[in-house]
Nanobody, 128 residues
Framework: VQLQASGGGLVQAGGSLRLSCAASERISGSYFMGWFRQAPGKEREFVAG????????SYADSVKGRFTIVSDNAKNTVYLQMNSLKPEDTAVYFCAVDSRFYSGSIFRAPNIWEYDYWGQGTQVTVSS
């Protein structure tokens, strides 16, 4: 499976961006997908996650209420809608898929090591 992350760019604080994570083939709805980010000089961190086909998502405290995961099964794509962006959201954003089978809809894979497929990353820069 190849993942293509796109949609990053330069935006002013308070603005919005929508990131896309497109899969090269159909992804099982039982798999989890995650969005992670890595700022310069910092470790990669969890941002948000959900079942690929949509379920009960989870968000990092720093983005709750501002970011939303949206799944489009027809396009085999998952989006990360980012609103009210802050300078501290500046980072390279990555999407990833954990190809283990999960029952239930509640997301429970917030750790980097749980993911076996990664996109190439897309740069998000928020100016103050």
């Amino acid at each position: 499976v190849q993942l293509q992350a796109s949609g990053g760019g330069l935006v002013q604080a308070g603005g919005s961006l929508r990131l896309s994570c497109a899969a090269s083939e159909r992804i099982s709805g039982s798999y989890f997908m995650g969005w992670f980010r890595q700022a310069p000089g910092k470790e990669r961190e969890f941002v948000a996650g959900d079942k690929w086909s949509g379920g009960t998502p989870s968000y990092a405290d720093s983005v709750k209420g501002r970011f939303t995961i949206v799944s489009d099964n027809a396009k085999n794509t998952v989006y990360l809608q980012m609103n009210s962006l802050k300078p501290e959201d500046t980072a390279v954003y990555f999407c990833a898929v954990d190809s283990r089978f999960y029952s239930g809809s509640i997301f429970r894979a917030p750790n980097i090591w749980e993911y076996d497929y990664w996109g190439q990353g897309t740069q998000v820069t928020v100016s103050s």
